[in-house]
């Protein structure tokens, strides 16, 4: 001690007075280092964790959110659209989640299978069932909870796309904390399970076309899968996803992965009604129901039917599939505006936050044309181009385009991002 002191030129007592300062001083200098030293996004944060801090917060809100909905009736169906259009969605999801968890099978009535509802979210609720009980209570903590692990989903996301923390946090947070996303939770419908499985799947590809990793793989086939049983219109992401990977071998892996989710219920459906059915037979409805010229000997009969189908309801699905979905979340909760400011609020929203979201999409359409993305965004870009055009052709609804909504916010290009926000 005496040769470092006289060395360093110190009296002994001035060197233990330093080392004891420097436990003290040492960690503040690092903890301060970690804010002040330049990094690359990820090497002082570890992503994981702040998913999980937008987890929990979420579920505190909605949590807040359950205070100001009636005590005996937090998650609701016929009373969508302020009780004045009953939907029977709601109902009937209710009724297959409750018969599947106590033992009945997936029936409305206890006894009749049922094909017409996709299964994924009656399954996804009947599990909860049998952990929380059956009751609309239970249907309001299995929808904040899903809420909550779709905004760290997203969170991810995200990351892929841009790594820039703030950027993403803002985001996620605004996907699921504003008032029209949030009140989403209230209602028994499976908007919030497919965006579970979307953003999931779509994560999982993303890291896999980077990394080209099996794993990876094999769990984005078997979320598609679980995606196209909430809803069939995912059933394209798969083969899309294996155009983008960089073997055959790779394709194959994703494609085996999503059948062995899927077949065992297209299995089932054959078994029962003795014809395929992949998912549910509600896409056949649908077709039927729009009148188009499916049935034997139909034909359409005049030039201004035919622009119709081909060109004025496409349009139409169009921009109603983006319009904001406030009728079915925002404004049938407590947190709703004054009703005469409905159709500015909802128009405003749409014109200044909503359409510059979709040239920004338009951009990055010309871009893919041009060959200037990089396979994640192609991959992105493609997957909300055909999004859109089922639901053009089939149904387009403002309900409908939630799921698929972190897609969307994907589509910042990097050059347009502020740098407070990198």
């Not at 005996?72 to 029977?88: D, I, M, Q, T, W």
């Not at 189908?309 to 406030?326: A, G, Q």
């Amino acid at each position: 001690m005496a040769l470092m002191a006289h060395k360093s030129g110190n009296s002994p007592g001035q060197e233990l007075f330093l080392s004891r300062m420097a436990l003290i001083t040492g960690p503040v200098a690092k903890a301060r280092s970690l804010f002040t030293a330049k990094r690359k996004p990820d090497a002082c944060h570890n992503r994981y964790s702040v998913a999980a801090s937008i987890v929990v917060m979420v579920l505190l809100a909605c949590s807040a959110y359950r205070m100001l909905l009636p005590a005996e009736l937090p998650a609701h169906s016929k009373r969508e659209y302020f009780g004045v259009a009953p939907n029977a969605d709601g109902d009937e999801f209710y009724a297959l989640a409750s018969n599947l968890a106590l033992g009945k099978g997936y029936t409305l009535d206890g006894t009749t299978p049922h094909n017409f509802r996709a299964p994924g979210y009656p399954l996804m609720l009947s599990l909860w069932f049998r952990i929380a009980g059956v009751s609309p209570e239970s249907v309001y903590q299995y929808q904040s909870f899903v809420h909550a692990l779709s905004a760290g989903l997203a969170f991810l996301l995200f990351m892929e796309v841009y790594t820039f923390t703030p950027l993403s946090f803002l985001l996620s947070l605004g996907l699921t904390l504003l008032p029209p996303f949030i009140t989403r939770v209230s209602h028994m419908l499976y908007e919030p399970t497919i965006m579970l499985f979307t953003t999931a799947a779509l994560l999982a590809s993303i890291m896999a076309m980077k990394k080209g990793d099996k794993i990876l793989l094999i769990i984005s086939g078997g979320l598609w899968g679980a995606a196209t049983l909430t809803k069939v219109v995912a059933f394209f992401a798969v083969p899309l996803l294996a155009l983008h990977l960089r073997s055959r071998r790779l394709a194959l892996i994703a494609i085996l992965a999503f059948m062995v989710v899927m077949l065992p219920w297209t299995i089932r459906n054959y078994t029962i009604y003795h014809k395929l059915i992949p998912v549910n037979s509600q896409s056949d409805y649908v077709l039927l129901a729009k009148d188009f010229d499916v049935y034997p000997g139909r034909i359409i009969r005049d030039i201004h039917s035919l622009a119709y189908r081909l060109v004025e309801e496409p349009l139409w699905n169009f921009l109603h599939f983006t319009f904001p979905d406030f009728y079915t979340n925002w404004y049938s909760s407590p947190l709703r505006p004054p009703v005469r400011m409905f159709r500015a609020v909802a128009y405003t929203w749409w014109v200044v936050l909503i359409m510059p979201l979709y040239l920004i999409f338009l951009s990055r359409v010309i871009q893919l044309l041009q060959g200037k993305l990089n396979k994640q965004l192609q991959f992105l870009v493609i997957f909300y181009l055909i999004y859109i055009a089922e639901h053009m052709v089939i149904l387009g609804t403002p309900r409908f385009s939630t799921p698929v909504f972190p897609v969307l916010l994907c589509m910042f290009p990097a050059a347009c991002i502020p740098k407070i926000l990198r």
